[in-house]
């Protein structure tokens, strides 16, 4: 069975621009959460989406969006780009019932000059 | 949202049993404890959870005492590919949303 997949791997943006990230929940999953991983710590949570609609929000700024579309599959969106934003950007999905059993994709590496 | 505290790092070698301890004082009766592993350049991967005494599977043991401030996840008979970050949270069900809290972890180095 495939996993999470995300794509595009890595991403080399300028600041200022605007980026969108993609997830593809492992099939049956109807939650998605996104994570942000900055080197040397631990993922922090971004989203969750659940039957498309957000269940929950980090601590991110308003630059900082994601949906999910009918096929359980996700976007995140980040505009205005800081350096700061340069991170490992994770996606999760899970099954309903089991919360905190969460299957993460490979990550999105976005670097910002 | 109760907090973890666990070694920032820790040595072994090859063939040992590994024993990561977490400490989470204030773990709320409907949290659930959960352990994460983690190579680098990739997502974390779920490795074992559990809510109260000793839960086994085929890739580690999780120890948890009756009053359920600490747990202990053991890893028999390490090997180098074991390198990794564990990851030790709480759930955290907070308006419903589950997300998960991740601390540092600890950072475990298997030597030959």
């Known amino acids: 069975d495939a996993g999470v997949t995300q794509s595009p791997t890595h991403l080399i943006k300028t600041r200022g621009q605007h980026v969108t990230l993609r997830c593809s929940p492992i099939?049956?999953?109807?939650?998605v959460s996104w994570y942000q991983q900055v080197l040397g710590q631990g993922p922090q949570f971004i989203f969750q989406?659940?039957?498309?609609?957000?269940?929950g929000r980090g601590n991110f700024p308003d630059r900082f969006s994601a949906r999910q579309f009918p096929n359980y599959s996700s976007e995140l969106n980040v505009n205005a780009l800081l350096l700061g934003d340069s991170a490992l950007y994770l996606c999760?999905?899970?099954?309903?019932?089991?919360?905190?059993?969460?299957?993460f994709g490979p990550g999105t590496r976005l670097t910002v000059t | 949202l109760a907090k973890t505290t666990q070694p920032i790092s820790m040595d072994s070698y090859e063939g040992q049993e590994v024993n990561i301890t977490c400490s989470h004082n204030?773990?709320?009766?409907?949290?659930?404890i959960t352990w994460y592993q983690q190579f680098p350049s990739q997502g974390p991967r779920f490795i074992i959870q559990?809510?109260?005494t000793k839960v086994t599977n085929e890739v580690a043991s999780l120890f948890i005492p009756a009053d359920r401030k600490s747990s202990t996840l053991s890893l028999p008979r390490v090997s180098l590919s074991d390198t990794a970050v564990y990851y030790c949270?709480?759930?955290?069900?907070?308006?419903?949303?589950?997300?998960?809290?991740f601390g540092k972890g600890t950072k475990l180095s298997v030597i030959p």
């Open positions: 999760a999905s899970r099954l309903q019932g089991r919360p905190y059993e969460q299957y």
């Open positions: 099939s049956g999953h109807k939650s």
């Open positions: 989406y659940y039957e498309k609609e957000e269940r």
């Open positions: 204030n773990i709320a009766t409907n949290d659930y």
């Open positions: 559990g809510y109260k």
């Open positions: 949270l709480v759930g955290d069900s907070g308006a419903g949303s589950y997300q998960l809290t």
